[in-house]
């Protein structure tokens, strides 16, 4: 039996599972299946003759072109003969012989499609598998026994892990990594019980330790204080609370086929791939008064995550992590906790990803769903210039939730997509976990006559100053394709004349962008609102009709232009870009960026100024916070939220929600005793 | 009978009925009840002559000092024999022969403390009595029918109201308001349709008009496409939701004894006032850790809002509002539609003010208090590193809202103090109801070939370009009164030698504001953490204690500081101000707004630049949001929200919710059958 019927063999028993393990058809933009990751798998090993050193760094769907896809949903919203799914291809990045090759599968024909050698600088996401071989290389390492020796540990409850090194100006680079340890002794809180001083560093490829460094001993911070397990804390528990739940006697609001979710008048997708995370395409909004769905966002996800921590000496300054291109943000998602990490309303759907041998690992409820009923306010008005009459009109407010957690190492990303009947997509970013933390001497600042480049937070432990750069892929298509991104500056005008008591007042003048450099904004500077309109649609009254980006927190990179980290994360120089839609232009920070030069950033694709105007555009949005770390986020952070929204504006002819009803009270079971 | 006897017998009833209607005592913050309202109009009126033409334009409970305040809660606090409340006073600003005057009442002695003849510029807060007065002087007036009979409409449904018109350099000023009118046939949204040209001036104090002007002839916009009534729209109505409420079978979690607050750890008092609106006082959190109740907030309120058009024509010129100084936002709060204004699990407070006659007028449901759970994680962390282990740990997040709307004239405010289990204030801010709308000949923009100021919202309709500046007034007492305020700049360092491959890294730098000069902050213009501490007291590991503001969205003025209303509104040239606290510097925008000259805002006071090191001092923080209308904000807008939060930052040793489990999950009732 030759390689090809193998294969062919292997994948009608596939194609079987997969029709036994879905009871819908597959959306060209559904992720892989358990079945197609091991059809990728079976495919690929069997294509190399080298499968038994060959590891899956990356297995994602390869997306049908855009035309592709759209013809599908139209033909397929208009009810008339559908036209056929377009083929499912599946695109994997794979090593071997320490060599990065790229292959496209086709998983209708079971076929390869094409393969390339990675050349050029940056290597693919570390896998989980060798990170986990990688961090157990010191524990037969002796000079690691050694130090541990030294500070009396017990080997047994020493943990370590695998840190990203970047890119300083070195020459050749090899697929390198830091790792360094915690003591777990006595608590779940590793993080918190670093042995400074101490860092192997590891070649990927050869799976060795190549140098080591015990620089010097500090204390490692005591356990005590350190754990957030509620079973492993002690009384008084607090502050209390009763009883809260988010109720829904009627059942969810939304419907959800495979990965197709409809509410209220929204329609979207949400997909996952295992670095980017959530994908939210195809969201489009029902218009009441022009009765049919209207396109917003083809495609928006996370590309690329930058977190450059602030400490320059030797355990830390490489610190500067890419958390999706390194570290794999979807394949880093946790399995989200009922009542704790969603409400009691929320339905659940897990992903799958290839782990390193390219079989499939299960993200069980890693995504969850939700109507959210905060108590706002959606509109109101109270008239009371009308004589002998008040009038009330107000709504409550609720939305749809798409959202997952995302744990890279200490920190834990809340990502959530808000879908708002009023039009507006916001999305909000939760910043929880625990903190990147150093062990020092030091148990009061009055001891400090130096930099420590963070806060000492406890005793012993310093939580070191850091940034988190949150990249947005948006592809708005507003009505359709071709967009222009407007900038409307409020300018002020002096007034010259007598022909009003004012002095001044200001005014919109708004610049569309012909080219990307007209498009590069750091937000801050002056005041305007950024919209992506259609040029070739009008609303009635003549506006263009366009979605509006309603900032989060605004922070610019405070590393200088030319330092090693910042040319990596050039593409967080502005805050704002605008590109022309390229299907190969998607990880914004490059497509391969453990130890990358950036080389392949926006900030290079960019500095060909294409023309934008009128054109099929994606924008590309930072949102960034400094964190200085304080005690409160010791041994575990509160959430930091922050968030921007998408606001259509002058997209409907009028309020969207003018005809919408508060939801109904919720009707109690008709009850014989209370619990 | 003399006058005092009178009083006397007067206020031994009232005593009476104010036993009858409390059955709690009084908290020396409470607003003025009802009895205590009837008794200062009582005495004021008998204490003036010429009471019959007396109009009460502020009357509100004038706050025991500071010191005497702390000294009663010290003592109510530890349980020893409390103190006794300190004596209840009034004060009053009251208008009679084109004069105002303050008076200090005695409630408790039935006797005047004070009185003083209120000399210099500006005016009292208009009451709703002469505004509805004055509103309905056009209808008598013949130039004004003349103009409705040539505009061909119908009287019974024309509706005016009184518009302040600022100052614009003018010598000697009387109390003169614009009425404006509109036409409210077949819609509830008069706003909507403006007989745009048309514009009395009435002179406030002589209740006449004193000039008109009918410039102009415009279409008065259809009514069609105006209404926000349910009762009053057709189907189809939409987008639908499903049931959904929030649930708490325990009951809600928190405790309200007349206007103070308990709740998990945060107790406080909601106070209310005619022209501020809300009052959040006394606000302290108690430490797990150290066992006791520590104070953040002695007070927070807003002082004032400022909403300047950015239509500099004759009939909108002086549209520059100042909320709270001209309306009262007090005064102007709706009661709040249980279901739709707040979810179904919130409590309400009755809010009472003097209305022009001195006598109370009951807002029946001013207030509500909710506890939110909106399904976000408080704090979470997923742990893989640890072999043959995943530990996940999340709590999710329920807080304290406590929301007022206040509704001035077209626009609806909904403000927000939430309360978080974290130590955090957030403060939130939404923006509905219906724009302020002009009258114009344009059906489509492409007619316009001159600036109109707005956007064309609808036909005949333009959405005038405006801002909102909100400023708070925030007295925080960090664990005691003697506090500072200190930037804590984030500044790049240029690495200059070889000990490091970095070559920057940021850190730090931080400065205490030494005198009000110090504390101007323009928000944006550098990054940096802006924190009150308490210079006295540091955390175990030696930092200082401390809260800090985490801005929200930050919008500086666009006129010129030389322009009229901007020398009015100099308190929104800065974002952030620090003063010592003085118990007369509470209205930021001047003690009398009507018509002021900008001589009593925080800018002048600031001027002295007194020393704030170590003081009791005042933060006070201006969150502004220019306005582009859009066609989506008619005929009423969808709501547009922003907040800001004060966050503690070393104030507890440690994430002071740590030991806070997530709340249980409703036990249903045991149910027979389904409504």
Redesign the interface.
């Known amino acids: 039996m030759d390689a090809t019927t193998k294969v062919t063999l292997f994948s009608i028993l596939m194609l079987f599972w997969s029709h036994a393990e879905c009871n819908h058809l597959l959306h060209p933009l559904d992720p892989l299946t358990p079945s197609e990751l091991n059809l990728v798998r079976t495919i690929v090993q069997n294509f190399y003759p080298t499968s038994q050193n060959l590891t899956f760094h990356y297995v994602g769907l390869d997306e049908p072109n855009k035309p592709e896809i759209l013809k599908w949903l139209s033909s397929n919203n208009s009810k008339i003969k559908p036209k056929p799914r377009p083929p499912r291809r599946a695109f994997a990045v794979v090593r071997f012989q320490k060599q990065s090759h790229e292959i496209t599968v086709d998983l209708s024909t079971h076929s390869i499609v094409s393969t390339k050698d990675c050349e050029g600088n940056g290597n693919p996401m570390l896998t989980f598998g060798e990170q986990a071989v990688a ?1 157990q290389l010191p524990f037969s390492y002796e000079p690691f026994k050694e130090s541990l020796k030294k500070r009396g540990l017990n080997t047994s409850q020493v ?1 370590c ?1 695998c840190f990203t090194i970047g890119w ?2 070195e020459g050749k680079t090899k697929r390198n990594v830091k790792v360094k340890c ?1 003591y ?1 002794n006595d608590t ?1 809180n ?1 993080y918190a019980r670093p042995l400074e001083g101490v860092a192997a560093v590891v070649d990927l490829d050869d799976m060795k330790i190549v140098g080591y460094n015990d620089r010097y001993v500090v204390p490692v911070p005591k356990a005590e ?1 350190t754990e ?3 079973s492993k ?1 002690k009384p ?18 939304f419907t959800k086929d495979g990965h197709s979710v409809s509410w ?2 929204w329609n979207f997708h949400v997909g996952f791939d295992i670095r980017a995370g959530p994908i939210i395409s195809l969201a489009s909004i ?1 218009d ?1 008064q022009k009765q049919r769905h209207r396109r917003v966002l083809y495609k928006g996800f996370i590309p690329e995550l930058f977190v450059p921590y ?5 355990e830390w ?2 610190t500067t992590y890419f958390d999706s291109g390194e570290y794999g943000f979807g394949q880093s998602m ?2 989200l ?1 009922p ?8 339905a659940f759907i897990d992903a799958y990803y290839a782990g390193s041998d390219g079989t499939p690992v299960k993200i069980a409820n890693a995504f969850c769903i ?18 002998n009459e ?9 939305s749809l ?1 798409v959202r997952i ?1 995302s ?1 890279v ?2 920190y ?1 990303y ?1 990502i959530d997509w808000e879908f708002k ?4 997509i916001k999305i909000g970013v ?1 910043l ?3 903190l990147g933390l150093k062990a020092g001497t030091y ?4 001891q400090i006559k130096e ?1 420590i ?1 963070g ?5 012993n432990t310093i939580g070191i ?1 850091h940034d988190h750069f949150f990249t947005y892929y948006l592809d708005l298509d507003i009505d359709g394709e071709a967009n222009s991104f407007v900038k ?1 500056n ?3 005008v ?2 010259k004349d007598d ?10 003048v708004s610049e569309t962008a012909k080219t990307e450099a007209d498009a590069k904004i750091n937000l ?1 500077s002056k ?1 305007s ?1 950024l919209l992506v309109v259609n040029p070739n649609k ?6 263009k009709i366009g979605y ?1 980006l309603l900032p989060g927190p ?3 990179p ?3 232009n ?5 040319i990596r994360a050039a593409f967080t120089n502005y805050n704002v870009w605008v590109t022309p839609y390229n299907k190969s232009e998607k990880w914004v920070g490059g497509s391969y960026v453990d130890r990358s030069r950036g080389d392949d950033t926006i900030a290079i694709w960019s500095l060909r100024d294409r023309e934008i105007e009128n054109k099929d555009i994606v924008l590309w949005y930072t949102m960034g916070f ?1 964190h ?1 770390p ?10 930091l ?1 922050g968030g921007f929204e998408l ?29």
Not at 339 to 346: E, G, S
Not at 499 to 508: A, D, G, H, L, N
């Open positions: 961090s943990v892990a300083f100006g915690y777990a779940a590793l204080g957030y397990r509620a804390l008084p528990f607090g502050p209390k609370h009763k009883g809260i739940a988010v109720t829904q006697d009627g059942g969810p609001g209220a008048n029902y009441l602030q400490d320059p000496t030797e300054y490489y946790s399995s906790q009542l704790n990490d969603c409400p009691p309303n929320a939700f109507e959210k009923y905060a108590g706002d306010i959606m509109w109101r008005h109270t008239e009371i210039s009308i004589p008040v009038i009330t009109e107000a709504r409550s407010d609720v939730v957690v744990t190492g200490n834990d809340v009947p009023n039009g507006c939760g929880t976990g625990i148990t009061n600042t009055d930099d480049y806060t000492l937070i406890a005793d100053y409307s409020l300018e002020t002096r007034v022909t009003t008591p004012r002095k001044s007042y200001w005014t919109v801050g005041p609102e009008k609303t009635k009254q003549g506006n509006r605004v922070a610019h405070l590393l200088l030319d330092d090693y980290p910042q400094h200085v304080s005690q409160e986020d010791y041994p575990i952070m509160p959430t939220s606001r259509p504006t002058n997209f409907f002819e009028r309020n969207p929600v003018l005809k919408t009803k508060s939801p109904k009270p919720v009707h109690f079971p008709n009850c014989t005793s209370q619990h």
